[in-house]
């Protein structure tokens, strides 16, 4: 099984700085992850997170894949086909 959604790719990197998940940050919440959109590169927080704001947006938008935005972890999701891939 793989990602049917690749070709819609449009962002593969983080930007240098990232403040935090961008509607956390408008309302005064928290977060214990960042994941960023990789069709639009909007940086929202993980499902852990009281908010699960990355969710939301693929709800709002139906953009499918995301990938951790966290130090280290080179990771993608497509909420579609519901599996986790690296990119090479």
Same mark, same amino acid.
Do not use: A, Q
């Given at each position: 099984m793989s990602c049917t959604h690749l070709d819609e790719i449009q962002v593969t990197a983080l930007p240098a700085e990232i403040a935090g998940c961008e509607e956390?940050? &408008?309302i005064g919440g928290w977060w214990v992850h960042l994941r960023m959109c990789q069709i639009c590169g &909007?940086?929202?927080c993980c499902d852990n997170s009281p908010? &699960? *704001?990355a969710t939301a947006h693929? *709800?709002?938008t139906s *953009?499918?894949?995301i990938r951790s935005a966290e130090p280290g972890e080179d990771w993608s999701w497509c909420y579609v086909d519901e599996i986790g891939f690296e990119l090479g």
């Open positions: 956390c940050l &408008k &909007k940086i929202g908010n &699960k *704001h693929f *709800h709002e *953009h499918p894949i």
